[in-house]
């Protein structure tokens, strides 16, 4: 079992920037590739980004791609979601999830984890 809890979410202002965090606990974190999803109110969980194991690769949707970047710590069992220049549609409840093999494409589909946070909250004003 892996647990995992995200944390970093506020209230900004457009323009602005956050750090999200995923800690986790339980097996090697290190073993498992973590994606970042978020979900606005009314609408279905969407796919952010995804790194895989290492941090060697990762990929991202084309509407955060240049703003956002995922990074990881597998010494800290952490992964981050630094997001930039933060517009008011980017507001939604940040989750990561996590799951053994990193595989483009099918990290975007949220029933491929295993593993879910229980979200933290991002609210961007304009």
């Known amino acids: 079992q892996v647990q995992l809890v995200e944390s970093g979410g506020g209230l900004v202002q457009t323009g602005d920037s956050l750090r999200l965090s995923c800690a986790a606990s339980?097996?090697?974190?290190?073993?498992?590739?973590t994606g970042w999803f978020r979900q606005a109110p009314g609408k279905e969980r969407e796919f952010v980004g995804a790194?895989?194991?290492?941090?060697?690769?990762?990929y991202y949707t084309d509407s955060v791609k240049g703003r956002f970047t995922i990074s990881r710590d597998n010494a800290k069992n952490t992964v981050y979601l630094q997001m930039n220049s933060l517009k008011p549609e980017d507001t939604a409840v940040y989750y990561c999830?996590?799951?053994?093999?990193?595989?483009?494409?099918?990290?975007?589909?949220?029933?491929?984890?295993?593993?879910w946070g229980q979200g933290t909250q991002v609210t961007v004003s304009s």
């Open positions: 339980g097996r090697p974190f290190s073993s498992y590739a």
């Open positions: 999830a996590a799951r053994r093999t990193f595989t483009y494409g099918a990290m975007g589909v949220s029933r491929n984890y295993d593993y």
């Open positions: 790194i895989s194991s290492t941090g060697s690769a990762a």
